[in-house]
C-alpha cells in the first residue's frame, strides 16, 4: 500500500483537540501529515491563543499529493472561506475521480454544506451547526463520527479519537485503526 499524505488546514480560530488529535494518531498510523495555514504566515493562533507553526502555507503546496483534506472545526471555521483555493481544492476533492477524501469536524461541515457537497450524504456536526446542514440537504445522524463516500464527518473535541480513528481506517483499513487505538489505550 502507498504511503498516504493528509492536508490538515489551520485558520485562525481552530479548534485545538480538532486538529492536533488527528496529526498525532496519523503520524503514529505513519500516515504523512502537513499542517497548512490557510494565510501567508506560518504561525496560526487557535481558539484559545495556542500558536502553532505550520508545516507550510497553503500557495506552497500541491493539492495532487494528498489523498485527504481535514477541515478542523472551531470559531475560525468562518476564516476557511477567506481562501478560494482552499474551497475550490475542497470541491475537486469532493467530486472523488481519483479516490480524494475530506474530513470535517464540529463546525467545519458547514464549509461542505455551503458548498453543496453534503446533499444526500449522511453527516454530523457541531450541534449548534445542524441546521446549516439540514437547508443543505444533508442526513443529520446521530453518531459520533460517519462516513458516506468520501467524507468523513464528526461532531465535536470531544469525538476527535474517533474522528482520527475512523480516517486512519478510511486511509490505511480497520485493522490498521484498532492497532493506533491499542497503541494509545482507547
Known amino acids: 500500500m502507498k504511503n498516504r499524505k493528509v492536508a490538515v488546514f489551520l485558520a485562525n480560530g481552530f479548534e485545538e483537540i480538532e486538529a492536533v488529535t488527528p496529526i498525532d494518531l496519523l503520524q503514529r498510523a505513519e500516515i504523512t501529515v502537513d499542517t497548512i495555514s490557510i494565510t501567508k504566515e ?59 477524501k475530506i474530513a470535517a469536524i464540529c463546525a467545519a461541515p458547514t464549509v461542505l454544506a455551503s458548498l453543496k457537497i453534503l446533499e444526500g450524504k449522511k453527516v454530523v456536526c457541531f ?20 462516513t458516506d463516500g468520501n467524507v468523513v464527518t464528526s ?18 483499513g480497520e485493522e490498521n485503526a484498532e492497532k493506533v487505538s491499542k497503541e494509545i489505550v482507547l
Open 155 to 172: 461532531r465535536s473535541a470531544g469525538t476527535a479519537m474517533d474522528f482520527s480513528l475512523m480516517i486512519i481506517s478510511e486511509l490505511l
Open 42 to 100: 506560518n504561525l496560526v493562533e487557535s481558539a484559545r491563543k495556542m500558536r502553532i507553526l505550520a508545516d507550510k502555507i497553503i500557495d506552497e503546496i500541491n493539492f495532487s499529493e494528498y489523498d485527504m483534506l481535514i477541515l478542523p472545526g472551531g470559531p475560525g471555521v468562518k476564516n476557511y472561506f477567506n481562501s478560494q483555493k482552499l474551497l475550490d481544492n475542497i470541491l475537486k476533492f469532493s467530486k472523488d475521480e481519483e479516490n480524494k
Open 127 to 146: 450541534p449548534a451547526c445542524e441546521e446549516d446542514l439540514l437547508k443543505s440537504k444533508a442526513i443529520l445522524v446521530k453518531e459520533r463520527v460517519i
